[in-house]
């Protein structure tokens, strides 16, 4: 079983869409993460919450919005995307202090 | 300089023979040090950690150190076609949440 979980996994949206990105895990960390992946390229952080408070944000465009409700939750808000913002968005999680990333499955993103 | 190199491959290995993928890393003060496995389409999944130098091993896969010449590698042993995929080096500094990747490398496992 799968102990990070992201919904969707797939996504289509319009660049005046709002739409959501949802990252569940049940391995107890305290830490999570947003990773962007595009074709052929390693993953590249976005942000960083570690008890529940956003601690790295790299320099990401202020179209993506993070959130994280809980100590097991984690959002990703989209608004006014753009072509180039498509991708496969990764949700992992860890321990605080300690850098074993466990990602989920990815939201795959086209924006139209 | 990259701050994690690796050969992006491919690299192309007989079945049952030893895969051996390299890593170098250009900080000093990196730490803590990761092998991720990618298979095309999927998220990364983590297969090895380690911190000290020397090996690390784990069934058919061990990791070996060498702080003093900045390099990680990851051997697989009696390769098999399902080790088929692109593996990433990771690296990270102590208290830094940021963690490194380099561009991994393509592994193929000819049958």
């Known amino acids: 079983d799968t102990e990070v979980t992201q919904t969707p996994k797939h996504l289509v949206m319009g660049m005046t869409n709002k739409k959501s990105l949802k990252c569940e895990q049940h391995?107890?960390?305290?830490?999570m993460y947003w990773y962007k992946q595009k074709a052929k390229k390693p993953p590249e952080l976005m942000f960083v919450?570690?008890?529940?408070?956003?601690?790295i944000n790299e320099s990401v465009p202020s179209r993506f919005s993070p959130e994280c409700p809980n100590s097991s939750l984690l959002n990703l808000h989209l608004h006014a995307l753009q072509p180039e913002d498509s991708a496969l968005y990764l949700c992992?999680?860890?321990?605080?202090?300690?850098?074993?990333?466990?990602f989920g499955e990815g939201s795959r993103l086209t924006v139209l | 300089q990259k701050e994690v190199e690796q050969n992006s491959g491919p690299l192309s290995v007989p079945e049952g023979a030893i895969a051996s993928l390299n890593c170098t890393y250009s900080?000093?003060?990196?730490?803590?040090f990761f092998w991720y496995r990618q298979y095309s389409g999927k998220s990364p999944e983590l297969i090895m950690s380690?911190?000290?130098?020397g090996d690390k091993e784990d069934g058919r896969f061990t990791a070996q150190l060498n702080k003093a010449s900045q390099y990680v590698s990851l051997l697989i042993r009696e390769s098999q076609p399902s080790d088929s995929a692109t593996y990433l080096c990771?690296?990270?500094?102590?208290?830094?949440?940021?963690?490194?990747f380099g561009t991994g490398t393509r592994l193929t496992i000819i049958p």
């Open positions: 990771a690296v990270n500094n102590f208290g830094n949440e940021k963690l490194t």
């Open positions: 391995m107890g960390h305290r830490a």
């Open positions: 919450y570690s008890y529940e408070k956003l601690s």
């Open positions: 380690i911190y000290s130098n």
């Open positions: 992992a999680s860890s321990q605080v202090g300690v850098r074993e990333l466990f």
């Open positions: 900080d000093r003060v990196s730490q803590s």
